[in-house]
């Protein structure tokens, strides 16, 4: 059964460094998302994008964080200059309609 | 702001039960409606989508819509241990943005 992969699993970074967190949709999956959940919170929804574009971004979403489908498989999400409050479990989805998202198992970001 | 609120729980149920959760959601404008179930330390796996008022059987699940109340609720028949998660509720609220509920928290004794 095809899945929603990422890597890594789990990085660590040190405050103000960049981090790029890379996801691989499924294959015929036309709508990809970022989500991110500090532990013991909430998932909160990040990004939705589209058609090479975003199509919407939640008001964490702000300068510091971009994202990219570089090629024709992989979907990644950039921190620019990460701080304390960045660290949670990051989990990309994707879907075929803008409606059924299926997860991937996350990656879980420590910045120290 | 958009919400989705959900009772935290615990819920605990003994084994073979009914587990029922609820949810409301504050957006009028949201179509689709999605139940999640989420192990400690995992990612959510989606278990249920419902996008009409009604019910919506699938195995042991049933999900239920309420629009006109802004209600949504999961049933779980004949509970099993391994049913022992977080349940989240989400809603699809328009555009391309789905809003989470903080989750219910389900035990299941056996």
């Known amino acids: 059964e095809p899945e929603v992969t990422q890597t890594p699993s789990h990085q660590v970074t040190q405050m103000g460094q960049e981090v790029i967190l890379r996801c691989v949709p499924i294959?015929?999956?036309?709508?990809f998302y970022w989500y991110r959940q500090i532990l013991g919170q909430k998932v909160e929804f990040l990004v939705s994008f589209y058609n090479n574009e975003i199509s919407e971004k939640s008001e964490i979403f702000d300068d510091q964080f971009s994202v990219e489908r570089p090629d024709g498989s992989n979907f990644t999400l950039k921190i620019r200059s990460t701080k304390l409050e960045d660290s949670a479990m990051y989990f990309c989805?994707?879907?075929?309609?803008?409606?059924?998202?299926?997860f991937g198992p996350g990656t879980r970001l420590t910045v120290t | 702001q958009k919400e989705v609120e959900q009772n935290s729980g615990p819920l605990s149920v003994p084994e073979g039960a009914i587990a029922s959760l609820n949810c409301t959601y504050s957006d009028r404008g949201s179509q689709s409606f999605f139940w999640y179930r989420q192990y400690s330390g995992k990612s959510p796996e989606l278990i249920m989508s419902?996008?009409?008022?009604g019910d919506k059987e699938d195995g042991r699940f049933t999900a239920q819509l309420n629009k006109a109340s802004q209600y949504v609720s999961l049933l779980i028949r004949d509970s099993q241990p391994s049913d022992s998660a977080t349940y989240l509720c989400a809603a699809h609220t328009g555009g391309f943005k789905t809003i989470f509920g903080a989750g219910t928290r389900l035990f299941v004794k056996a």
């Open positions: 989805a994707s879907t075929e309609r803008d409606y059924e998202q299926y």
């Open positions: 419902i996008y009409s008022n």
């Open positions: 294959s015929n999956h036309l709508y």
